[in-house]
Each structure stands twice: as structure tokens, then as C-alpha cells.
């Protein structure tokens, strides 16, 4: 679709990044879209790639961040809820530490069935839970949700 608006996309697949570096790629991107799947999968080649020593960098040069699904949920600094996620929990994902981003856990493909098993198993400080179609803004520490704004806090 982006590229039936005229954007230039350069798809980075860190899969293929094993011996080189990838952040070369993403300086001076206006958008940096890391998309859905695994977050601890994710997570593991950001390491693998040290994208995730770089990636605060490349943003302070003035790169926006967007994350779908998984890319929102590498966000935070805790990724312990990769654990128990609800219908994907991923085993062992827990002991990744996350890219602290936000001060905040982003739940994405919430439904509100979910919420009581949620607060019995969040150890997160702050969890946003956000539907599909739903967005959270951060801009300068100010989050904006577009949508139904609805966390729960411990």
C-alpha cells in the first residue's frame, strides 16, 4: 500500500543482517516500521544485529518509530508478558529485555474478554491495552490514544 502513495521503501530483514549492519540502512529514514509477528523473535535479531544498542540514536536523527503488533510491543522495557500473551505467548521471551522506548507495556489485538486474565498476570507498572485499529502516539513523552484510551496500572 505505502508504495501506491509514491513512499521509497528499503525493507530491511534483519534475518539477513547476520554479519552486516543494518542501522546503515535506517539512518536518515523518515519511517522506521517494524511490523507483527513474534516480539521475543524480534527482539532476538535486534540483539543478534545490535539494532537494539542503535535504534535510540537513529531516532534522536530524527526517524519516526512505528510498530504494528510485535514493533509495538518491543517498546517497553519489560517483555515478561511475552510469557503469558494470550493466544501467542511465546516461552522463554520473557528474559529479553525490551528497547525501553516507552515507560509503558503495549497490548496489542486486545479484546475485552481478556481483561481480567490480564490484571491477574501483569506485573508491568502501566499496560495499554489497545484494539485492532486502535494507536498510541508517544511524542516527547505525551501519549495520545486514537481509539478508547484504557490501561490498567499497578
Known amino acids: 500500500m505505502a508504495q501506491t502513495l509514491g513512499a521509497d521503501i528499503t525493507l ?5 543482517y547476520e554479519n552486516k549492519d543494518p542501522a546503515e540502512d535506517l539512518i536518515g529514514k523518515d519511517i522506521i516500521w517494524f511490523a507483527g509477528g513474534y516480539a521475543g523473535y524480534l527482539l532476538y535479531w535486534m540483539r543478534k544485529t545490535k539494532l537494539n544498542e542503535k535504534i ?3 531516532l534522536e536523527k530524527g526517524s519516526l518509530y512505528v ?12 517483555m515478561d508478558y511475552l510469557e503469558w500473551y494470550i493466544g501467542e505467548n511465546e516461552h522463554g521471551a520473557g528474559c529479553i529485555p525490551g528497547l525501553g522506548l516507552v515507560d509503558f507495556t503495549f497490548y496489542p489485538h486486545y ?5 481480567e486474565e490480564i490484571k491477574e498476570k501483569s506485573k508491568d507498572k502501566k499496560t495499554y491495552l489497545v484494539k485492532d485499529g486502535e494507536a498510541v502516539i508517544v511524542e516527547d513523552g505525551k501519549v495520545t490514544v486514537f481509539g478508547e484510551e484504557r490501561f490498567i496500572e499497578k
Not at 67 to 78: E, F, H, Q, R, V
Open 67 to 78: 510498530g504494528s503488533s510485535a514493533g509495538s510491543m518491543i517498546t517497553g522495557k519489560s
Open 111 to 115: 479484546k475485552d474478554e481478556y481483561l
Open 12 to 16: 530491511v530483514q534483519l534475518e539477513g
Open 56 to 58: 535510540k540514536d537513529i
